[in-house]
């Protein structure tokens, strides 16, 4: 069975920080593409940041410079610390992958609030 639990939400106030994390099971996490997405109120989702399997990672304009994304083969899990928090990074935080770049997986989201 396929897993996908992302944790490390809540609230923070603006310019703090949260690491996010999202712990896998069911799929070959060491060699997929693995991300993290976003998606606010009244939003389309948008992806915040990609880690392939080697390593090399790409984010969203938006977030250059404060996110990090990095990932832990040894325990299938992904992380997203976010430093510098602002209020429009509030939102619903979804981790994603493509199993085998092929099946897409959604986890169930964890809230992030960042007020100002």
């Known amino acids: 069975q396929v897993q996908l639990v992302e944790s490390g939400g809540g609230l923070v106030q603006a310019g703090g920080s949260l690491r996010l994390s999202c712990a896998t099971s069911?799929?070959?996490?060491?060699?997929?593409?693995m991300a993290w997405y976003r998606q606010a109120p009244g939003k389309q989702r948008e992806v915040v940041a990609t880690?392939?399997?080697?390593?090399?990672?790409n984010y969203a304009e938006s977030v250059k410079g404060r996110f990090t994304i990095s990932r832990d083969n040894a325990k299938n899990t992904v992380y997203l610390q976010m430093n510098s928090l602002k209020p429009e990074d509030t939102a619903v935080y979804l981790c994603?992958?493509?199993?085998?770049?092929?099946?897409?997986?959604w986890g169930q989201g964890t809230q992030v609030t960042v007020s100002s």
């Open positions: 069911g799929i070959a996490f060491s060699i997929n593409t």
């Open positions: 994603f992958t493509r199993d085998l770049g092929v099946r897409p997986y």
């Open positions: 880690i392939s399997s080697g390593g090399n990672t």
